[in-house]
């Protein structure tokens, strides 16, 4: 079964030199850098969590926890009627885990197993993207680390070593430096890590 992603945008990027010194740029500079500011008024919708369903929830968390690490902010072990997230079947046992970076209200990871039965899965899953596919995008403190500890999670897929690239700036604004990599995770999420190099 596919899995649907919110896509999420972060910078945008053009291959260039990859002897750059590279170092985390802190969330206010980044933002700033980027040239997005804040709304003059509130929006009516913050963008909470995606949900990703999962083949195996412990393989995903050496990803998304130990890989990534985000932290876990809520374990539950339930079961769902099948018909308001229209998976599996009514009583299906399933474990949520909730994951948060920096902010403690938006932009959670959840992660939910199936079990008794599992959710049917693609075997193997995509390895290309087609239309309707989505792209998680993280920032991280040290993306060419994070991504190298990534391979050692069964069932990623990478696309893309870790590549410096550049985007041209909003409204005129200086170019967006990256450094990230490419991958596919054990359920066939596609997710791009990057690192803001500092302006």
Known sequence: MRIALLAALAA?????????????????????????????TRSPTDVRRLTILVRNMENSLKLYRDVMGLNINYDQKMTV???????????????????????????????MEYSNPALEADDPYPKRL??????????????????????????????????????????????IKVMGCNFFDPDGTMIEMNQIVSQ
């Open 12 to 40: 945008l990027a053009t291959p260039a030199c990859a002897q750059t010194n590279v170092q985390a740029a802190a969330p206010e500079k980044a933002v700033a850098a980027a040239g997005v500011a804040k709304p003059a």
């Open 81 to 111: 009627s099948g018909v308001a997230l229209p998976a599996g079947q009514p009583g299906n046992p399933i474990r949520l885990v909730l994951l948060n970076g920096n902010d403690p209200f938006i932009g959670w990871i959840g992660l």
């Open 130 to 175: 087609k239309a309707g596919g989505h792209v998680l995008i993280l920032d991280v403190d040290d993306a060419v680390k994070r991504c190298e500890m990534a391979k050692s999670v069964p069932g990623v897929h990478f696309t893309s070593e870790p590549t410096l690239q550049i985007y041209p700036g909003r409204n005129g604004g200086p170019d």
